[in-house]
């Protein structure tokens, strides 16, 4: 369950976030929520985070592995 909480926004920094958040299509506090989570989650995960993505595929010679050639003519594009 969320708990409601009440913040104090200067009315300049107020007025960019509804239009911020109108662009993402979400609320205030959604906008708000998410910017927390982006902050805590990344201290939460750890470096987990940072590994997503890192890692690359071996690329053997061209005909040197029959299996490799045939899944990734199937599978890999461009």
Same mark, same amino acid.
């Given at each position: 369950?969320?708990?409601? #909480? ?6 300049e920094i107020h007025?960019l ?7 993402? =299509?979400?609320? #205030?506090?959604?906008l708000?929520?998410? @910017? @927390?989570?982006?902050? #805590? =989650? ?7 985070a940072?590994l #997503?993505?890192?890692?690359?595929l071996?690329?053997p010679a @061209?005909?040197s ?8 003519a199937?599978y @890999?594009?461009?």
């Amino acid at each position: 369950m969320k708990a409601r #909480v009440t913040i104090t926004l200067d009315p300049e920094i107020h007025r960019l976030a509804k239009k911020s958040a109108s662009r993402k =299509g979400t609320s #205030v506090s959604g906008l708000i929520e998410s @910017l @927390l989570q982006s902050e #805590v =989650g990344s201290k939460k995960i750890g470096s987990a985070a940072r590994l #997503v993505g890192s890692a690359e595929l071996r690329r053997p010679a @061209l005909g040197s592995d029959p299996l490799y050639d045939s899944l990734s003519a199937k599978y @890999l594009r461009g």
